[in-house]
Every structure is written in C-alpha cells, then in structure tokens.
C-alpha cells in the first residue's frame, strides 16, 4: 500500500500529514459537509470557541475513528487555536477521503483504512510526538502509550478525555493501581452521550453495518445480542422493530432481569448459539463467542461484533476449527467446518458500525463530540486543579449539550418557578 505524505516535516521535524490518497479530498469534503450541516450543536459550540480562542496555544493528540463527524470535531478544535493531531483508533474505521479532506484543513493526519498493527503504534506515537497538552482518547489508546514512553511527553499532558467504555475501564484499573498520571474525563458517561450514543448510536448504526456487509433481511431471523448494557439494549430494540426474534445472553442478574422484562427472550449463550442466525456480540469483554459455540451454531449463521476491540469474537477459535476460508462479500469471510456448516464473521470481528457503515447518525454524534470539545475546554480552565483520577463531565456541560440538543430539535421545555425550587429543597411538606 502507497500512503501519501501530504507535505515535508514543519520546523519542529513533526510531519505533517500521512494519509493514502490526496486525490481522494473533495470526497471526503462532501461528507464533512454533510455532517457539520447535522451537527447544529457542535456548531453553536464551535462559533463560541473560535470567538474566545479557547484552545490557543494548546496541543490536542486526537485518536478516534476517523470519519466525517470526528473530522468536524478535529477541525473546530483547530479553528478554537489549537493544534491537533488525530490517527485512527481502529484499523477499518478510517474512511480515507475523509482522512485526505482534513489533512487539508491544517490538522496532522496519520491515519488510512487497513494499518497493520506496527502502523498503528507508529501513527499513535506520532500522535505523541506533537507532544499534545491534551488527548482526545477513544479506547484509552494514546493515554497508556503516554504512561508507557513517560518522560517529558507525560509530564506535558494535563488532561484526556475519554469516548468509549473499553477506554474507561482500562483508565479506572490505571486509576485503581495508582499509576494514572493526570486527570481523565469519562465522556463515555455523560448522560448526553451513553444514553444517546451507546443506545440509539450504536442500535442503528450496528444494523445498517450488518445490512451493507450481508444484504439480507433481518425479519423473520433469529438475534442473539450478547450483552444488554445500553449498547445491546439499543440493538435488542433495533433488531426486535425490524423484525427479528431477539435472544439477550448476560452476566448481570439485573440486566438480564431487564431484557426479560422487555419482552425478550433470556438464555446462556451455550444455549443460544444452537438458536440464533445472526450474533451481535456487545459487552466489551473477551471470549464472549468461543469454540464451544461455534460448534453448536446452525449453518451459515452470522457473527458480528459492536464493540470496541476484536476480542469479543474468538477469531482464533474460528480459524482453528475451519477447514476452508474464502471472502464471500467485502465485509464477509466464509468459514467451513469440519461438519461442513458454514458461518460468517463479518468485518474481521471488529466494529461492524464502522467497518462496513458510517458510524453513528451525525445528530447523535453531534452531541457526544459536543461533550469532548467542552470538556477539553474545562480541562483548560481547569489546569493542575483536577486529581489524576477519572472524572465526571460536569452536570452543567451535560445539561447544556442536552438543551441545545432540544433546541436544534425545535423543542422547549418547562422550567421550575421559584416556589418549585423551594418545595424541593425543603424537608416539609
């Protein structure tokens, strides 16, 4: 693969872009077109931050799955003063015009669809050789790479802020340890983005993935969701409207409770797998679909995976059991067993929302980047005032994201008069 180095190294030696294909921006261009056009609050957002230069002298190391709406996001931090640096945080994510279209725009581009695993940790580290104030972090990649170089580049960072669960849980075991370095907001738990984002996100984007990788009905199919957090609750939901017999495999005695509850069918995976036509893997632990399953799944039976990392999915188990492996579709390989079903993974067991689709609708999208750039702002007003612990989005830039959410909706609510106000604060009655 030829990828493109979009111009020589500045005066710092830092390069500037690396991206596949140059030629490919007015492409890309469209989509970031589209996508800032449907992103309303981000916008507002945006007009606020480039007025106040809020990020003026700052430097934003960026790794998320490079699409239309993170280019947006990459952008408007830069059009706020900074500079950034962004590379990809999953290795069928990146959407190349996209990539060509920002390295346009001023921002450092390292990042094109199909790295290897070694240009993955090269592009990160260049990330890091901007030596950035702050990281925007999606599966807390570029965090631990810093506490893994250490020295100057470490000491540089005052905060990140983090998207995704998988980033969370490996930042709060840091945390646990006592080996996290400098503050980390947990945007993945502002209620303005998991309950929209996780939920209404990923339940329609990880169908429309499944959709354009296979081309096949979803109706009348059996659906095993493995995991009923708020991402498989949003599948669950997606799936049963579209027209499939939805099975929900869980952990937690409570969530399970819930999904049953919700009228779907509850059962362990050993048992589902004998069911289901197509897996939906959403928990964001390992070893979720293994060997043992695999044998006992129907012929052609589809496995696909929504969340962050490729472990979810035992691809190795698979290859091991498979006689004979051909790619039947872009996004579809073809396993033969030893008994001669056949199953098929979709997308390499990685995020089948953004390798084989778009992502997330741009309106949810708008709102959980709305969240990253306030909470880059607050990271910068708050200097050397946060613990180096995980913390909150405050409930103030949360509410605000979610107002000017109903707004761009068209819609207004009620307000508490002072009396209300009271009566809530009081003891009597």
Not at 107 to 131: I, P, S
Not at 385 to 410: C, N, S
Request: proline fraction near 3%; include cysteine.
């Amino acid at each position: 693969m030829c990828i493109t180095l979009i111009s020589s190294p500045d005066t710092s030696g830092l390069t500037l872009s690396l991206v596949k294909d140059p030629k490919l921006a007015p492409s890309g261009k469209m989509k970031m077109a589209w996508a800032r056009e449907h992103m309303p609050v981000l916008a507002k957002i945006t007009r606020r931050l480039v007025a106040n230069k809020s990020f003026k002298g700052y430097k934003i190391g960026t790794c998320l799955h490079l699409e239309a709406k993170t280019a947006v996001l990459a952008e408007s931090m830069h059009r706020a003063g900074a500079e950034v640096a962004i590379t990809g945080s999953n290795p069928l994510s990146t959407q190349d015009d996209v990539a060509a279209a920002l390295s346009e725009t001023g921002v450092h581009v390292y990042a094109w669809h199909g790295v290897t695993d070694k240009e993955h940790r090269q592009n990160l580290n260049r990330v890091l050789d901007l030596q950035p104030d702050i990281l925007i972090d999606d599966g807390a990649e570029l965090s631990i790479l810093a506490h893994v170089n250490g020295g100057s580049r470490l000491r540089k960072i005052i905060g990140a802020c983090e998207e995704t669960t998988t980033g969370v849980i490996r930042l709060k075991a840091m945390e646990r340890q006592g080996k996290l370095r400098f503050p980390v907001i947990s945007v993945n738990d502002a209620l303005t983005k998991y309950l929209f984002d996780s939920q209404y996100g990923t339940g329609q984007s990880g169908l429309e993935g499944i959709m354009r990788a296979t081309n096949l009905l979803l109706a009348g199919r059996n659906v095993v969701v493995a995991g009923y957090g708020w991402v498989g609750r949003g599948v669950a939901e997606r799936a049963r409207g579209m027209g499939s017999k939805v099975i929900v495999t869980e952990v937690n005695p409570v969530r399970a409770l819930e999904a049953l509850m919700e009228g779907f069918d509850v059962m362990p995976m050993i048992e589902a797998a004998e069911k289901g036509d197509l897996f939906i893997t959403a928990t964001g632990d390992t070893d979720v679909i293994t060997a043992s399953h695999m044998l006992r799944m129907k012929d052609k039976a589809i496995l696909c995976n929504v969340g962050h990392y490729t472990v979810e999915v035992k691809v190795r188990d698979l290859e091991k059991l498979a006689v004979k492996r051909k790619r039947v579709r872009a996004e579809v390989v073809e396993y033969t067993m030893r008994n001669r079903k056949r199953l098929y993974l979709l997308s390499e067991g990685r995020l089948v929302n953004l390798a084989a689709a778009d992502g997330h609708p741009a309106e949810v999208m708008d709102m959980s980047f709305s969240d990253q750039a306030l909470s880059a702002e607050y990271l910068t007003e708050n200097k050397g005032k946060l613990p180096a612990k995980v913390v909150k989005v405050p409930d103030k830039l949360d509410f605000e994201v979610a107002r000017q959410r109903l707004e761009a909706f068209g819609r207004k609510i009620d307000t508490l008069s002072r009396l209300q106000q009271k009566y809530l604060q009081s003891w009597q009655g």
